[in-house]
């Protein structure tokens, strides 16, 4: 039966993968100069029981993350390498699903701007077991407003496989966060998966995400946990994330 549910999911439409970043960009990027260390790490405790494509990872109990490499080149762009994207799989399994290249142009000192812009590139080489197309890419624009104690963002991202303008996958990221404190904040953020613009995919089909985040940036290491709520039939029931940043010199 899995077998089934697998093999209907890879022809009936575009794969809802799983993710190395569950993470919403605010146009804030390492200063000039400055090597600057992510982590990330997401878990999914209670995940979808049957891979998104043949061939592909199950994403229950299966651990997904990938150190973030990134350089401050001026005040309005950052470029990243994403090397080695993993996965430890529920069966014990530890795999290297490929590496991306990133270039984020933005802002300068979004931090202390009013209204935030930028947009982002990756470019991905995959495994076969991590996605079904060798080379993709992601667009990611950024538009957010800071308002007092309140942070609005939205990520409208396309991600692109290469097989057609019309076959962009709207993929958009969200978040509302309250700044408790100068060190502290806490966020709600989604993440959804639309399906390709040519036909977004019926309701039931598409992943939404709602997650819960708790921010600390107070300290040399930033850290970032949240949990994660699926809201529709093809999105995992519960995804943890964890996010640890520091600058390196």
Same mark, same amino acid.
């Given at each position: 039966? &899995?077998?089934?549910i697998a093999l209907?999911?890879?022809?009936? +439409?575009?794969?809802?993968?799983?993710?190395?970043e569950? /993470?919403?960009? %605010? *146009?804030?990027i390492?200063?000039?100069g400055i090597?600057?260390l992510t982590?990330?790490d997401n878990?999914s405790?209670?995940?979808?029981? *049957?891979?998104?494509?043949? $061939?592909?990872?199950?994403?229950?109990?299966?651990l997904n993350g =990938?150190p973030?490499?990134?350089?401050g080149?001026?005040?309005?762009?950052e470029a +990243?390498?994403?090397?080695p994207?993993?996965?430890?799989t529920?069966? $014990?399994d530890?795999?290297?699903?490929?590496?991306k290249?990133?270039?984020?142009?933005v802002?300068? %000192?979004?931090?202390?701007?009013?209204?935030?812009?930028?947009? @982002?590139?990756e470019?991905?080489?995959?495994?076969?077991?991590? %996605?079904?197309?060798?080379?993709?890419?992601?667009?990611?624009?950024?538009i $957010?407003?800071?308002?007092?104690q309140?942070d609005?963002?939205?990520?409208?991202i396309?991600? @692109?496989?290469y097989?057609g303008?019309?076959?962009?996958d709207?993929?958009?990221?969200?978040?509302? *966060?309250w @700044? =408790?404190? &100068?060190d502290?904040? !806490?966020a709600?953020?989604?993440?959804?998966d639309?399906?390709p613009?040519?036909?977004?995919?019926?309701?039931?089909?598409?992943?939404h /995400?709602?997650?819960?985040v708790a %921010?600390y940036t107070?300290?040399? !290491?930033? =850290?970032?946990?949240?949990?994660?709520?699926?809201l529709?039939?093809a999105?995992?029931r519960?995804?943890? &994330?964890?996010?640890?940043s &520091?600058d390196?010199?």
């Open positions: 039966m &899995k077998r089934l209907l999911l890879f022809i009936s +439409g575009p794969a809802l993968c799983q993710t190395d569950i /993470q919403v960009y %605010d *146009a804030q390492a200063a000039p090597i600057n982590l990330h878990y405790p209670s995940g979808r029981e *049957a891979p998104a494509f043949g $061939g592909g990872i199950v994403p229950d109990h299966a =990938v973030e490499w990134a350089y080149v001026t005040d309005w762009f +990243g390498l994403y090397l994207l993993y996965s430890l529920r069966d $014990g530890l795999l290297f699903n490929g590496f290249l990133r270039a984020l142009f802002e300068p %000192d979004a931090a202390d701007q009013h209204f935030v812009y930028g947009i @982002n590139f470019f991905s080489y995959n495994e076969p077991h991590w %996605d079904p197309h060798r080379f993709t890419s992601e667009i990611r624009p950024i $957010g407003w800071h308002l007092g309140l609005l963002i939205f990520n409208p396309l991600d @692109n496989s097989t303008v019309s076959r962009l709207f993929a958009p990221a969200t978040r509302v *966060a @700044n =408790v404190t &100068k502290w904040a !806490v709600a953020e989604e993440y959804d639309f399906g613009l040519r036909r977004l995919l019926p309701g039931s089909q598409q992943s /995400q709602l997650f819960a %921010d107070g300290g040399s !290491v930033s =850290v970032e946990a949240g949990a994660g709520f699926g529709t039939p999105s995992d519960l995804v943890l &994330k964890l996010i640890l &520091k390196l010199n």
